[in-house]
Nanobody, 116 residues
Framework: QVQLVESGGGLVQPGGSLRLSCAAS????????MGWYRQAPGQQVEFVAS???????DYGDLVKGRFTISSDNAKSTVYLQMNSLKPEDTAVYYC??????????WGQGTQVTVSS
């Protein structure tokens, strides 16, 4: 079994920054990619960003240029640096991990609230 533990969420003013972290532990034999999704109240789950084990990154259109994903493969940890935050970024952010066998794991989520 694999566990994903997120941290770093909270309340921030518009224009501010937050850094999310997600540490994976457990029966991790190989990671294909890790990343983040988010879900705002009453909205569908939305892709935010991902990074492969080789370092290839991808971003959702709404966060390109503002968010940066990075990883520490030795620690099985992924980070999401969020800058220039907007109220519409308010959501629960979920960490995601996928293996080469296409098995997906999800974290419990961390709340990010952007408000003045």
């Amino acid at each position: 079994q694999v566990q994903l533990v997120e941290s770093g969420g909270g309340l921030v003013q518009p224009g501010g920054s937050l850094r999310l972290s997600c540490a994976a532990s457990g029966d991790i034999f190989s990671i294909n990619a890790m990343g983040w999704y988010r879900q705002a109240p009453g909205q569908q789950v939305e892709f935010v960003a991902s990074i492969t084990s080789e370092g290839t990154t991808d971003y959702g259109d709404l966060v390109k240029g503002r968010f940066t994903i990075s990883s520490d493969n030795a620690k099985s940890t992924v980070y999401l640096q969020m800058n220039s935050l907007k109220p519409e970024d308010t959501a629960v952010y979920y960490c995601w991990l996928t293996t080469p066998h296409a098995t997906d794991y999800w974290g419990q989520g961390t709340q990010v609230t952007v408000s003045s």
